[in-house]
């Protein structure tokens, strides 16, 4: 479906199914360089399964029109649009990567408006080495096969994920050369690096969010390594928060690699 947010034109895949004021709402957010389809089953699966799905692309991205956000607290403004847009009173947010800093920033801004935090590949600081930032910027093409090379545990998806024997190298590379070039005015491979590299507000939302929170990690994550979600978990644990963490033997796409075990973890938490 499409949606006009802060006057632009921004898509969010449903599933196929018509939002239904009578049931909970899950804001799929997706990461640097991706968009909507990186959740493809999740997202499909709880659409069907009683749930409102929407899997945004985020402006400037995709099929979405408007400004491609420069800050995390720039897209979390949009997500807080976005809700209102649709008509959504509450949602639960789940985001990957880039994404999942925005889910958090956006669930610290919108408290009880928010009623799950699902945080995918996530870390904090999420820092982002000079050399993909530089080649980010001027050999895109060399920044987005290191990505998929470190963003990787498998070669082949496994037959619930893409398809079976599904080349998720090739996948990535392909759906990250799409989203770039989606949009000539503004390299969002870039700009999306700079703001992860850059938010500074981690601790903070953690310790104003007031819904439960869900961290799914991946132990062979070689872009947000697991361990570099500890701060986040031991913030919102000091805070009081109800904290949830799944670890996957998987890299950096849980969506892809590990796409059932994904699914159970966020179906079982959205539903407890």
């Not at 669930?107 to 870390?123: C, E, F, M, N």
């Not at 987005?144 to 619930?160: D, K, Y």
């Not at 928060?241 to 998987?250: A, I, W």
Request: with cysteine.
């Amino acid at each position: 479906m499409e949606l006009l947010v802060n006057g632009a034109r921004t898509y969010c895949y449903t599933g196929g199914k018509a939002l239904d004021p009578a049931k909970p709402t899950v804001v799929f957010i997706h990461g640097v360089l991706n968009d909507h389809s990186v959740w493809i089953l999740q997202s499909r699966y709880l659409a069907n399964h009683g749930f409102n799905v929407l899997a945004v692309d985020l402006p400037g991205h995709a099929r979405s029109a408007g400004e491609a956000p420069s800050s995390v607290e720039e897209a979390a403004g949009f997500i807080a649009a976005l809700l209102d847009a649709a008509g959504v009173p509450r949602a639960a947010l789940v985001g990957h990567s880039w994404g999942s800093l925005i889910a958090l920033e956006a669930a610290a801004r919108l408290k009880d408006r928010v009623t799950h935090a699902v945080l995918v590949g996530t870390a904090y600081p999420m820092k982002v080495s000079p050399a993909l930032i530089e080649s980010s910027l001027n050999e895109p093409e060399k920044a987005l096969r290191m990505v998929n090379v470190f963003s990787r545990s498998t070669l082949a998806a496994p037959p619930s994920a893409l398809g079976p024997g599904t080349w998720v190298y090739g996948a990535g590379m392909a759906l990250g050369r799409r989203v770039l070039r989606s949009n000539p005015e503004v390299n969002v491979f870039h700009r999306g690096f700079v703001a992860c590299d850059r938010y500074a507000n981690g601790e903070a939302a953690m310790q104003a969010l007031t819904c439960p929170v869900l961290f799914v990690l991946g132990a062979l994550d070689q872009m947000t390594q697991a361990r570099a979600a500890k701060t986040l978990i031991d913030t919102g644990k000091a805070a009081g928060k109800r904290v949830q963490v799944v670890t996957l033997p998987v890299g950096h796409h849980q969506m892809t690699e590990t796409p059932d075990a994904t699914l159970f973890a966020i179906r079982d938490f959205l539903r407890a």
